[in-house]
């Protein structure tokens, strides 16, 4: 079944705990991303991956990290986690940048 | 970046009526368009989507209509039925290589 998959689906912690969310697509495509919801903000991109090993800010990067070492995976990294990152994750994948995107089922992360 | 907007932040229909989403952009280079269905606790779904050289395209029971005159973006739901309950979301991207989302209509379906 095509999918993207997303660990953990929540998650608390504290300030400062570094903690990496992984996500990861069986599709073969190229281009993921990361989005944080928040109520009355909509879906905010975080970082975005064109391929692997490229990979640039969205419009909400302060405190998040990404890498792109293979192509099924995209975790999202938070190095040292503050309470305004409590949040609505998700990760999703598409072909390209100019298709469809397919979103994950989302971690839900509370930072304390 | 340029913002995607909803006229109306909720929707209330009847059983059996059609549905009408409406969205505004403002980036004139946007030319792709996708609406997405959110259900409580889940991802953002795939419903339909649109390219600036159309004005319309349809799915199952779903129709999106784009006005690139006035830059306006809608999606019709026929015979709205309750697992339509939802929040509906129009995506664009264009030159920018990223998807930007609206903020969404809560859609209710009345029995």
């Known amino acids: 079944e095509a999918q993207v998959t997303q660990n953990p689906r929540y998650l608390i912690t504290v300030t400062g705990k570094k903690l990496t969310v992984t996500c990861s697509q069986n599709m073969n495509h190229e281009y993921m991303s990361w989005y944080r919801q928040d109520p009355g903000l909509g879906l905010r991109q975080i970082y975005y991956?064109?391929?692997?090993?490229?990979?640039d800010k969205g419009d909400v990067p302060e405190g998040y990290k990404v890498s792109r070492k293979e192509k099924r995976n995209f975790p999202l990294i938070l190095e040292s986690p503050s309470p305004n990152q409590t949040s609505l994750y998700f990760c999703a994948s598409s072909s390209s940048w100019r298709e469809t995107q397919y979103f994950g089922p989302g971690t839900r992360l509370l930072v304390l | 970046g340029e913002s995607v907007g909803l006229h109306l932040p909720t929707l209330s229909v009847q059983e059996g009526d059609n549905s009408i989403i409406n969205c505004a952009y403002s980036?004139?280079?946007?030319?792709?368009f996708i609406w997405y269905k959110q259900e409580s606790g889940k991802g953002p779904q795939f419903i339909i989507d649109?390219?600036?050289?159309?004005d319309k395209r349809q799915g199952q029971r779903v129709t999106v209509l784009l006005n690139k005159t006035v830059k306006h973006l809608s999606l019709q739901i026929a015979a709205t039925q309750p697992g339509d309950s939802a929040v509906y979301f129009c995506a664009e991207t264009g030159s920018a290589r990223q998807l930007t989302f609206g903020s969404g209509t809560q859609l209710t379906v009345l029995p």
């Open positions: 980036n004139s280079a946007s030319d792709y």
């Open positions: 991956s064109m391929n692997v090993e490229v990979t």
């Open positions: 649109i390219r600036s050289n159309m």
